[in-house]
């Protein structure tokens, strides 16, 4: 028995997941890799132009990094002198050109652009945490096939793209994905690039790729503005200084390339899609004269560096190429270059044209090229053109699927759960929904993948016609206030200018709702209420003014969120603000439980002492952090936060059952009844774990944090100022709200992967769980102490179910939300907007979704468990709330 | 005669409307200098149905003096809380919230005296203060809020400024809020004779 409602959350989150996965499958854009490995026919053959090539990518380099700028303002201005003189000195030899980079702007989908000549498509996207190698042709493996050894050092995403390609003694490959680190990388590379280069081994090799990452992190670190950056394009300089003087000591033609994978945006961070995050720079440099030409146009794209280099290489253009030769690499042999890829272009059409009708007919459509390089050039653009639009074709199925699903699981949560089928019929629709998701996950067999979604279909729908046959299917009350703020956050899907400025509606929406609620407890003489719902919404206005803003609101908002100052500075503000929330939140808590009737008890002074243990150690912890200091200690600060709050979940269902017996009669003897005590316990439970929700915040975002948990400690004493509904809604904005504050924006581009280094040096399973709890910490703690903030008349909530009530609550209107934001990506699916706002939006929902509901259940299971033992279940309320 | 007050009241109502439309272009370029020069054209609307219905002169004059020193500083407070900027924009969110502490709370505060901390422990304390002048309260401060709407909009059009929606907004809701209570009296006196019955239990409640 005490195990429906787990049962029942297992259920409706088994349902979220499924609609959210089918959804995803019709809405995420995929593309089909043809495996075809490019051959060149006779008449293509070219003589190489040069016989080695030396490629140095410089991630985030910028197009403005490089080019020179009459008025230097920035500090990142004219820092690369040596590129500029040679520009200037000898324009034959080398070219500089903007080279755009085709969005998502992440360096694993750039590389795999510049390597295949292939447009991204969207499922790629999220796969940054572990490249997987590339199968289909590219320019690597046919310089392998002609023979060329390729050398390599650098970010290791290169390793893992192309595994088994690099030759085993030259092949250096570093970790990527600490941003902390400026120079470890750089150290590795310029040893090993220069070694490579001397007059002893460059003979063994005839690729050599470097990446560099110092420019990148020190934008993602410090952002552009800084020192740090500066320091890390002179040291760049001075690289392209000393491989342009060995470069040219050497005896063959050498090809030396220096380029950018993206740009980066004004705070130092990429993977979006605006002008400074795509603007990166590409120059060519050739040891062997003057080779290189003009060109009227102002930039290229960067798939283009893959015909270029395959004509400049003599090597057939790899197979799934989409890219045109840059005009001046062939200042001779351009329109010779330009018949290959038109040919090239027009086998991969024909042979994709295959598999997909509308676009062998809208290829065979395109009037054959003028033999002239105006023509050839507009044909390659128009083929191009037909594949990217094409490439954003979505599968409608699975999308209304999907919705489908949602949309009855929204509606399943929305009516008051009770049971109304049997068990044994809700296990097995657990297991088909189950079953569903693995199988479209893991599982690609098309039976399955065709079935699958079609079963799931029919057995929510059974299960909602049963609802409406035994006409148990009544929806709650509808309320005026709960509705028309939650109509409002729902609504905002409409526009992209309301997604833009979510944060602050949310605002608005949320001190409404606390306003309306206040006047009302007023006019009903509860003054103590008012007060608390009041400071709660100040407390929602002082935390809204911690702002990141994205990029599309930058005139509208200013970016707090990010300090500014020297480091010693920064640290001291740090320091000093988590040292208040050390002090001040424990205090916050207990006056709460005193306020709440509770005498000091041993569990309270226990949770006092484990909140302050705690929060001194995420003090110390970002105090060295911001110092850069002691790496160690950092980590085992991290570790022994979440020791403790575990270890305080395991004392906790120890000593609950004796601290129950004391809680039970506040200090003037009445009686408080098991509901308070357990509410208190629950409370209690909570706040000893929160540290590990705030341990993963940065310092501001810890901040943010203890000032929410002070709003949820709030509500909880104006617990009985709401229907139980508004309080959700309250609860549910209020979440969205601190996801603002803790510094995050619904785009890719805000999620701090550094987080995922809190507890360890390398990438381990824990860490996508830490940038987890950093983005959804909010949500988490909203759900966690859910159960605690509904009010006395709706008793037996606590001590009856409390994952049921706190899932059909807090996770049911994130799935509304995440409903109304894929319809709304749906109806928007050729919106200019969609991939920049709406698909992250949605995807921060559905994400919000799911970490609820695994909240909920984790959370619910062992609460139901530990109470529901300790206390017996209590007959009559149950059976009141079951009617 | 009641019925009276609430068509003057509905009708001295739509001034502010009439005079934001007559200045619109006005406002959009100078808000504060707009706002200042038609406050006092505000003002009279909202106290000529005042002095109509026959309320004491130096209780006006006491309502007036209030709601434009403590009620523009609450509502100054309450628009801050909602989102208003801080740091910048002073005298426009200050100019606003003047204009609504004028046509929302300087009625209430004339018709009845704002209820004291005493008068707080009885229920229903703050539903007897505003009873008679819903329209305008309801009105300004719906009408406000719901004027937040268009801003963030990407249209780039010179009147989604701050805060020139706001200020239209708590206009239009003003007209709309004293005419529909005009209206609702209106209905509820014609119907009073058949729902005799319902009012007295009321009473006895």
Known sequence: ?883 | MVQRLRWLEAISGTVPIVLTYAYFPALIAEPVATIAKLTPFVLLSTVIPLFASGAPPANILYSVAVSSTLGTALLYTVAVLFGAPVTVLFSETAGLSLHCALTSLLPALTYTRPPTLDRLQRPHALTEWADGSYGYIIGTLAGAYAGCIPIPLDWDRPWQRWPVTVYTGACIGLALGTISEALYDLYTIRSKPKTAKPSSKAKTN
């Open chain 1, 1 to 883: 028995m005490l195990l429906d409602g787990t049962l029942r959350s297992l259920w409706l989150a088994s349902l979220h997941a499924v609609g959210i996965l089918l959804f995803c499958r019709g809405f995420l854009l995929t593309r089909s890799v043809l495996d075809n490995i490019a051959q060149l026919p006779q008449e293509d053959r070219l003589t190489p132009t040069f016989d080695k090539v030396v490629i140095l990518v410089i991630d985030a380099l910028r197009y403005d990094f490089v080019s020179e700028q009459v008025n230097a303002t920035a500090v990142y201005h004219n820092r690369l002198k040596s590129v500029q003189q040679l520009v200037t000195a000898d324009p034959g030899r080398s070219f500089l050109t903007r080279f755009i980079a085709d969005p998502p702007t992440t360096t694993l989908q750039r590389l795999k652009g510049l390597t295949t000549g292939s447009l991204p498509t969207f499922v790629d996207a999220g796969s940054n945490f572990a490249g997987t190698a590339i199968a289909e042709d590219n320019w690597l493996l046919q310089s392998r096939l002609a023979g060329k050894r390729i050398a390599f050092t650098g970010d290791d995403t290169w390793q893992a793209l192309f595994p088994d390609t690099f030759e085993p003694e030259f092949n250096a490959p570093y970790e990527s994905f600490n941003v902390w680190d400026l120079d470890t990388l750089d150290r590795g590379v310029e040893a090993h690039l220069f070694d490579w280069l001397d007059v002893g081994k460059r003979n063994s090799w005839d690729i050599l790729i470097a990446h560099a990452l110092g420019v990148d992190h020190a934008g993602h670190r410090y952002g552009t503005n800084h020192v740090e950056l500066q320091r890390k394009l002179d040291e760049m300089d001075q690289w392209i200084r000393r491989l342009v003087g060995q470069i040219s000591d050497m005896r063959e033609d050498v090809l030396l390339i220096v380029m950018g994978d993206h740009g980066m945006n004004a705070q130092g961070d990429h993977g979006g899609d605006s002008d400074l995050e795509v603007d990166a720079a590409l120059w060519m440099y050739s040891s062997k004269g003057k080779i290189f030409g003009g060109t009227s146009k102002d930039s290229v794209r960067q798939i283009d560096l893959v015909p270029t280099l395959s004509g400049l290489l003599g090597l057939p253009t790899p197979f799934n190429s989409l890219g045109s030769p840059i005009e001046q690499a062939f200042s001779v042999h351009y329109l010779e270059q330009l018949r290959k890829t038109s040919r090239q272009i027009q086998r991969y059409a024909a042979l994709y044209g295959e598999q997909s009708d509308e676009i062998g007919r809208e290829v065979r459509a395109l009037p054959r090229p003028v033999d002239t390089s105006k023509g050839h050039e507009k044909y390659q653009r128009d083929v191009l053109n037909i594949f990217a639009r094409r490439w954003a074709q979505y599968d409608l199925t699975p999308m209304m699927q999907g919705l489908y699903v949602l949309l009855m699981s929204a509606l399943l949560d929305l009516q008051q759960i009770r049971r109304q089928s049997r068990k044994i019929v809700e296990l097995l629709i657990l297991l088909v929904n189950i079953g569903t998701c693995v199988s479209l996950t893991v599982i690609e067999a098309p039976i399955i993948r065709d079935y699958a979604p079609s079963i799931c279909l029919s057995c929510v729908t059974a299960q909602l016609s049963q609802c409406v046959v035994r006409s148990s299917l009544r929806l709650p009350d509808i309320q005026a206030l709960p509705t028309l703020l939650f109509l409002g956050h729902c609504l905002m899907f409409t526009s992209n200018s309301f997604i833009i400025h979510e944060d602050r509606i949310v605002l608005g929406l949320l001190q409404l709702g606390l306003s309306l609620r206040a006047i009302d407890s007023l006019n009903h003489s509860k003054a103590v209420h008012a007060i608390c719902l009041l400071i709660v919404g100040l407390i929602g206005r002082i935390t809204a003014s911690f702002r990141l803003c994205r990029e599309e609101q930058i005139n509208r908002c200013v970016s707090n969120w990010s300090m500014s100052g020297s480091v010693l500075q920064q640290t001291i503000v740090i320091a000093i603000l988590l040292t208040i929330v050390t002090v001040c939140l424990p205090k916050a808590s207990n006056i709460v439980f005193t306020f709440l009737g509770n005498r000091p008890s041993t569990s309270t002074v226990a949770l006092k002492i484990i909140m302050h243990v705690q929060l001194l150690g995420i003090t110390v912890l970002w105090t060295l952090d911001s110092l850069d200091y002691l790496p160690i200690a950092r980590i085992i600060c991290a570790w022994s936060v979440v020791i403790v709050g575990l270890g305080w979940a395991l004392a906790w269902t120890w000593f609950a059952s004796f601290t129950a017996s004391e809680l039970t009669s506040d200090g003037k003897g009445a009686t408080l009844g098991s509901e308070h005590v357990a509410r208190s316990l629950y409370v209690q439970l909570v706040l000893g774990m929160a540290g590990l929700v705030l341990l993963a915040a940065k310092p501001l975002g810890v901040v943010s944090l203890a000032l929410m948990l002070t709003q949820l400690l709030l509500l909880i004493v104006a617990k009985d100022s709401c229907e139980t509904s508004t309080m959700t809604v309250i609860l549910s904005l209020l979440c969205h709200l601190h996801f603002f504050s803790t510094g995050h924006q619904m785009t890719l581009s805000s999620i701090q992967w550094d987080t995922a280094f809190l507890l360890s040096r390398e990438i381990t399973a824990l860490s996508p769980m830490l940038v987890c709890l950093n983005a959804f910490g909010a949500f988490i703690l909203c759900t966690m102490l859910f159960p605690a903030i509904v009010r006395d008349k709706d008793r037996g909530h606590v001590a009856a179910g409390p994952s049921v009530r706190s899932h059909c609550s807090v996770s049911s209107l994130a799935a509304i939300l995440t409903f109304c934001s894929a319809s709304m990506c749906t109806h928007f699916r050729r919106h200019l907007m969609v991939w920049k706002i709406f698909a992250p939006r949605f995807m921060c929902a559905a994400f919000a979704t799911l970490v609820t509901d695994a909240v909920s259940i984790l959370v619910g299971l062992p609460l139901q468990l530990s109470i529901g033992l300790r206390f017996g279940r209590p007959k009559r309320v149950l059976s009141q709330h079951e009617d």
